[in-house]
């Protein structure tokens, strides 16, 4: 085929790849471990499993309403100078229920309340999701976790997320993992 007859390739949705760099280059500047470091932050990691009910208005997966799947979350947070602030994020694996297997991600702020052997937070978080089609959109969790060791903490987690771009999606989860808990203060 002639060049001259081929159309021009754009990007489908330039405003979402402009707003995720912004918010990766935020979540870097924030959150790598060499700034925590210099400054004294707290860094928790964590690894969790769960599930969740997903539920779809798109005609092509009209049969995934209200259907489960199981979820594996890895992911951490960093402080921010801003007390209870961090940066917080996690990749994600989502497999089972008529979706089969999706790859996703989350990036946001978390505030959290207390730093004690009991702790709560309020995620609010840009999310993504990669799988049978691509989905983009807020995510909200509440989440507490109880530290039973001196760096180490269990952890639950009830998340909300939509999804926009190829049509509307919701996912509520529930998450249960191990947390290390890390001060760069010495």
């Known amino acids: 085929m002639d060049d001259r007859h081929r159309a021009p390739v754009r990007s489908p949705r330039p405003g979402i790849t402009r707003a995720l760099a912004l918010v990766a280059v935020w979540g870097l500047a924030l959150g790598t471990p060499e700034t925590a470091l210099a400054q004294g932050l707290d860094v928790d990691l964590f690894a969790g499993l769960g599930g969740g009910m997903l ?25 921010t100078p801003v007390p209870g602030l961090a940066v917080a994020g996690a990749a994600a694996l989502g497999f089972g229920g008529v979706r089969g297997l999706e790859t996703g991600g989350w990036l946001g702020v978390r505030s959290t309340f207390g730093r004690d052997a009991i702790a709560t937070w309020v995620d609010l978080d840009a999310a ?7 989905d983009l959109g807020p995510r909200f969790a509440f989440g507490a976790r109880w530290e039973f060791l001196p760096a180490l903490a269990a952890y639950g987690a009830l998340s909300g997320q939509l999804g926009f771009v190829n049509g509307l999606r919701g996912d509520l989860g529930l998450t249960f993992g191990i947390m290390g808990l890390f001060s760069t203060d010495g």
């Open 128 to 134: 993504f999701r990669i799988g049978p089609r691509f």
């Open 55 to 79: 539920s779809s208005t798109d005609e092509a997966v009209a049969g995934s309403r209200g259907s489960g799947r199981a979820l594996l979350e890895l992911g951490g947070a960093v402080s």
